[in-house]
């Protein structure tokens, strides 16, 4: 379940200058606060969505929206909300997604990276994991190397997603029978999209 919503951050607050309270008519009395609205994630700020704010008066305690302010209170709310700068800490939603982003494309890279090195100095143990003709996802694990050829022990058991081929990578699902392989038609497999991945440990 995914939480978002709304928040708000008090990001000013300023004493006005020559204004009088319409209500308790005491000079110097008013303040305006600023807010900033942001969305939120699980209630990490991911971006802003805009100001307002509200006159307060010190004296009567009287709080006045916009709307309600007089012209004069008016023209100084709009010039303390405009020079207003939001923290940094509002975008932290954006900086998490972008970290996210970099460290999805490194690993990416990385992955690619190994199972090229693994298709080309593959070692017992290595388990690939690929596509069967019926569209399933099931795994085969190397017991043999040779020169140039591979000993394949394969998975009992295949599986229609192959983000849950981990629920049947056991040791007890692999027979004792091989199939052998040469390393070009494994690598073959591999260029065919046959083979997907390869992990080792």
């Not at 990276?113 to 080309?120: A, D, P, R, S």
Request: glycine share 6%; charged share 25%; proline share 3%.
């Amino acid at each position: 379940m995914i939480f978002f919503g709304t928040g708000s951050a008090n990001i000013d607050t300023k004493k006005t200058k020559n204004t009088v309270c319409q209500h308790c008519k005491t000079d110097n009395s008013l303040f305006i606060n600023i807010y900033r609205r942001h969305a939120h994630v699980f209630w990490i700020p991911v971006f802003p969505l805009g100001k307002s704010g509200s006159s307060y008066c010190s004296h009567c305690k009287e709080v006045l929206s916009q709307k309600q302010m007089p012209e004069d209170l008016k023209m100084e709310y709009k010039n303390i909300k405009g020079n207003a700068k939001g923290p940094l800490w509002q975008f932290a939603g954006l900086a998490v997604l972008a970290c996210l982003i970099t460290f999805v494309i490194y690993s990416g890279g990385k992955d690619k990276e190994n199972t090229q090195l693994y298709l080309n100095v593959p070692v017992i143990g290595d388990v690939y994991e690929y596509r069967a003709n019926n569209g399933n996802y099931s795994t085969m694990k190397i017991r043999r190397v040779t020169e140039d050829s591979l000993f394949l022990s394969l998975n009992d058991y295949e599986i229609n997603r192959i983000s849950r081929l981990y629920k049947i990578e056991k040791n007890e699902n692999y027979p004792e029978d091989t199939y052998g392989y040469s390393k070009s038609e494994v690598k073959l497999m591999k260029r065919q999209g046959i083979i997907l991945n390869i992990e080792r440990d």
